[in-house]
């Protein structure tokens, strides 16, 4: 399966889930975390997002709409970069 594939998949996702967000398991965490300062790795988002249900959708919506701050579906923004159809070579 290639990255396009995935992207393709993940955007499904959000469109099948409109929801998702009520399920966001960073709703009843601290959201600042999810918005590292310059320098700061993110890993306590990232360790709420490995266990949250919906990061399929959450990183899809984030690829939709091409979020550019912030942690979405366990991933930062340069991390997201990689998997944005615009970006991709
Ligand atoms: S994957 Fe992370 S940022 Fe997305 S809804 Fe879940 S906890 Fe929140």
Known sequence: MTIE????LLTAATAAAPGWRDFALCRVTDPEAFFPETGENG????????????REACLAEAL?????????????????????????R
């Not at 594939?5 to 393709?8: H, L, N, P, S």
């Not at 939709?64 to 991709?88: N, Q, S, V």
């Open 43 to 54: 890993r306590p988002a990232k360790r709420v997002c490995a266990g949250c249900e919906v």
């Open 5 to 8: 594939t995935d992207t393709r």
């Open 64 to 88: 939709a709409h091409d979020e550019r701050f912030g942690i979405w579906g366990g991933l930062t923004t340069a991390e997201r970069r990689k998997y944005h159809p615009k970006r991709r």
